[in-house]
């Protein structure tokens, strides 16, 4: 009987498996549908100095504007898509839309600097440097300084012997570099001095808690040491509240982004956002 029952429980994993699986492949045959009826877009978060209120550029941030379900946010659909083709193809378009929208920007005066996120099988790919330099040369009028690519802190160590040179031949591109969600993964400060980057991201976890939790507070200065012994640029995310800029300009962080200074937005809002909004959230 006993035996009977351990079967029972294989076919009930075989059964749960298999819905899984077809659960999966059902989400990835609609994400598919999805890109080939232009329903991605993307949203537009503005970054700024603090201190003096200029303006910095923006963080181009997928979103899946879904026929039934409305707005989705890339919780909702990209961890389905990791180590798949499809996430090589949602990641090439990302880099094709935000290089048209610079210069559709370009276009009306506005040369707006922007940062992309690219995941980790993106950046692992040996031919990522060449597609992103073919890209480039399509868009001649875009300054390549005004492009700057996130890359999480933990799929740049994953493999950092691969990545570093492909890093390297983005950066000889002229296009900057930023660890995305810096301080989640242990980077050594030897890995620090090897990796070809220009700019730190705090992780937004740490910005969040650091009003109440010391430890996050010395987190954030230790990020900020680090960034100076190494010459990089530093930015905070998640800046939601004006005590969290006050606390980091105390800091030195003068870079910001964060719902406190604006929530992503619509492409066509964001030279708006900058002449209209952006002088009155200053004032304060
Ligand atoms: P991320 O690159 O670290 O982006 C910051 C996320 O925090 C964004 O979420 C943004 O909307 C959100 N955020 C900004 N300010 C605040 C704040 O003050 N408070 C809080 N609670 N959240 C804030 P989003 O747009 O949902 O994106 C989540 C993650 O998805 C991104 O984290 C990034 O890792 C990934 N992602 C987004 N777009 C792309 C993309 O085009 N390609 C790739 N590979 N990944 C993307
Ligand atoms: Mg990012
Ligand atoms: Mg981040
Ligand atoms: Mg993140």
């Known amino acids: 009987q006993a035996k009977q029952a351990g079967k029972d429980r294989y076919q009930l994993f075989d059964i749960q498996l298999e819905a ?78 935000a290089l048209a ?59 950092i012997e691969s990545v570093t040179p492909i890093l390297q031949q983005c950066r000889a591109l002229g296009v900057s570099l930023a660890l995305d969600d810096f301080g989640t993964g242990y980077s050594s400060l030897a890995y620090l001095k090897r990796l070809p980057i220009d700019c730190l991201k705090i992780d937004q976890s740490f910005v969040r808690d650091m009003l109440q939790d010391s430890d996050d507070l010395s987190i954030i200065q230790g990020i900020l040491s680090l960034a100076r012994a190494f010459h990089l640029h530093v930015i905070a995310e998640g800046v939601e509240t004006a005590a969290h800029g006050r606390q980091l300009l105390q800091l030195g962080c003068h870079l910001g982004q964060g719902y406190g200074i604006a929530r992503p937005m619509p492409a066509d809002q964001l030279s708006a956002w900058v002449h209209n909004d952006l002088p009155n959230l200053c004032l304060t």
């Open 101 to 159: 929208q610079m210069q559709a920007w370009h276009d009306m005066g506005f040369d707006c600097p922007l940062s992309i996120n690219i995941s980790a099988q993106q950046i692992q790919h040996p031919e990522f440097a060449q597609a992103l330099k073919t890209l480039l040369d399509t868009y001649p009028e875009v300054p390549k300084q005004m492009l700057q690519l996130e890359i999480l802190e933990t799929s740049a160590l994953a493999d």
């Open 20 to 97: 899984e699986i077809r659960q999966k492949q059902q989400s990835l045959r609609e994400i598919t549908q999805g890109l080939d009826a232009s329903e991605f877009v993307l949203f537009y978060q503005p970054k700024i100095n603090m201190q003096t209120c200029a303006f910095e550029g923006a963080e181009a941030l997928i979103r899946w504007q879904h026929p039934e379900r409305g707005l989705l946010s890339p919780a909702a659909f990209l961890p389905v898509t990791e180590g798949h083709q499809l996430e090589l193809r949602l990641g090439a378009w990302v880099l094709r839309q």
